[in-house]
């Protein structure tokens, strides 16, 4: 029987799905809820100004993943330098770290002091790493932790740090400690870069949505179908398997059949859309995972050079942003006035709480402020602005997802023609990069392989290890 395979969610793990189907000569029917390509990688574009929702890096250790993307993009791609710094305490430290500034912004005494801690989490470690705050201290130092990972992370997870379970740092700074940091601040080696770490990177000339777009042509150019605004509402299966997808779309409901189907939206969703619906207990597994939410104050300021940082992490707690992107330092050609510039100030929210609830003159307001209290607006005037709202940005590895997920895993392994990928699909903080490879993987089942994607985590070891290849 020819195989239809049926593709929700079009971000970089669904287009990375079709892309491969369609190479192997299968024209899959993509499905995206929104109207524009690329999912939380998406480019937004405000008065000509395009914002990147994120500021995503095109950098991998997976060769695959490196030869799609050229393949794809082709000379479109830019190869940007990568400068990043820490606001704290009305300073700014380099990130990566640069001895000199670290030391001359916290002073001798203090980085001797965190020192000291540092060598104390190596001779009385915490004996159990369970938590965010037993895993980052013992491989920084209490102080160090204190210092700069505590209240960021607080800001962009909404929970104290000893709330947050370990996996989430183990997933994404894995390898890095303040022996690493230092090393490599020192060193700079560029044989064994930590991915965290690293100092340059590719970027598509309009911004990551321009890499996706690129994607959806290609699905389109080769028979496959890429349906913008058409929400999967429920899969309906039977005997093991799904056979239809209602789709809403602006005409109404339709139904799709499929041979195959490949999800990249929320699991928690897909969960509430099966009909039949799930057991009672894998149905309230899956509205107990939580999710962080994400907002960009897209800014336009009268000022052609701000700061020369690609983004800044603001770590301070005296103002609710997060971190500011400055994407003429990404791309010139995302601002369309070289007087101008255009950034990106981001809000980590929960849907519906205060800030997500605020009207977008508000924000607008409130974020134009902040950046003049820190001294980022040099007094420069903000032209006009735009706000941007993601849902279910960030899941949250809290003290209770695994079991969550456990059950949920269980149950839809069940379903034979049903596979999840991507960050969302899978429940995991992904990268896109990594995201992609579950993409791939999933096509690649479908012509015999046998990959537990859910456990492709836990036995990848090249997310922040592996030796760069490149």
């Known amino acids: 029987?020819?195989?239809?395979?049926?593709?929700?969610?079009?971000?970089?793990?669904?287009?990375?799905?079709?892309?491969?189907?369609?190479?192997?000569?299968?024209?899959?029917?993509?499905?995206?809820?929104?109207?524009?390509?690329?999912g939380h990688a998406r480019t937004e574009e405000f008065r000509g100004y395009r914002f990147d929702i994120g500021g995503h890096r095109f950098f991998t250790k997976i060769r695959r993943i490196d030869q799609i993307w050229h393949e794809v993009l082709r000379e479109k791609f830019l190869r940007v330098r990568r400068l990043s710094r820490i606001y704290y305490n009305n300073r700014f430290f380099h990130y990566p770290l640069k001895l000199n500034n670290v030391i001359g912004g916290l002073g001798l005494w203090n980085s001797f002091m965190i020192l000291m801690s540092f060598f104390r989490s190596i001779l009385s470690p915490y004996p159990r790493e369970d938590n965010l705050e037993e895993w980052v201290s013992n491989r920084f130092g209490?102080?160090?932790?204190?210092?700069?990972?505590?209240?960021?992370?607080?800001?962009?997870?909404?929970?104290?740090?000893?709330?947050?379970?370990?996996?989430?740092?183990?997933?994404?700074?894995?390898?890095?400690?303040?022996?690493?940091?230092?090393l490599n601040a020192v060193v700079r080696s560029r044989s064994n870069k930590i991915k965290t770490l690293i100092e340059e990177f590719d970027y598509p000339e309009l911004g990551p949505g321009m890499m996706w777009e690129a994607f959806r042509d290609y699905v389109v150019n080769r028979g496959g179908q890429v349906r913008l605004e058409s929400d999967v509402r429920e899969l309906l299966h039977e005997n093991g398997r799904i056979t239809t997808a209602v789709v809403k779309t602006a005409r109404g409901l339709e139904r799709v059949a499929g041979t195959d189907f490949i999800a990249s939206i929320p699991v928690s969703d897909l969960i509430a859309r099966l009909r039949p619906g799930a057991p009672p207990e894998v149905l309230q597994a899956a509205r107990g995972l939580q999710y962080r939410d994400f907002l960009t104050v897209c800014l336009i300021v009268d000022h052609p050079s701000l700061f020369p940082d690609n983004w800044i992490y603001v770590h301070s707690p005296e103002v609710r942003m997060g971190r500011l992107q400055n994407f003429k330092n990404w791309s010139a050609r995302m601002v369309p006035d070289t007087a101008k510039s255009s950034l990106g100030a981001e809000y980590f929210v929960t849907e519906n709480d205060d800030l997500w609830s605020m009207s977008d003159d508000g924000l607008i307001a409130l974020a134009s402020?902040?950046?003049?209290?820190?001294?980022?607006?040099?007094?420069?005037?903000?032209?006009?602005?735009?706000?941007?709202?993601?849902?279910?940005?960030?899941?949250?590895?809290?003290?209770?997802?695994?079991?969550?997920?456990?059950?949920?895993?269980?149950?839809?392994?069940?379903?034979?023609?049903?596979?999840?990928?991507?960050?969302?699909?899978?429940?995991?903080?992904?990268?896109?990069?990594?995201?992609?490879?579950?993409?791939?993987?999933?096509?690649?089942?479908?012509?015999?392989?046998?990959?537990?994607?859910?456990?492709?985590?836990?036995?990848?070891?090249?997310?922040?290890?592996?030796?760069?290849?490149?």
Not at 2 to 30: D, F, H, M, N, Q
């Open 1 to 38: 029987m020819e195989r239809k395979v049926i593709i929700a969610g079009a971000g970089p793990a669904g287009l990375t799905a079709a892309y491969e189907l369609c190479r192997r000569g299968l024209s899959p029917i993509v499905f995206e809820k929104y109207n524009r390509v690329g």
């Open 142 to 182: 209490r102080r160090l932790y204190r210092t700069f990972f505590k209240t960021y992370t607080e800001k962009v997870w909404g929970m104290p740090c000893h709330q947050i379970r370990a996996e989430w740092a183990a997933q994404r700074i894995k390898g890095l400690s303040l022996r690493t940091a230092v």
């Open 369 to 470: 402020s902040e950046l003049a209290a820190i001294g980022l607006l040099r007094g420069a005037r903000v032209e006009g602005g735009a706000v941007y709202r993601q849902t279910k940005a960030y899941p949250v590895y809290d003290d209770v997802y695994s079991g969550h997920l456990d059950l949920i895993v269980d149950y839809l392994k069940r379903i034979e023609n049903l596979q999840m990928v991507g960050r969302n699909g899978l429940h995991k903080y992904n990268n896109q990069d990594h995201s992609m490879l579950t993409a791939l993987m999933a096509v690649e089942n479908l012509f015999g392989a046998k990959h537990d994607i859910w456990s492709v985590n836990t036995d990848q070891s090249y997310q922040e290890e592996q030796t760069e290849e490149r």
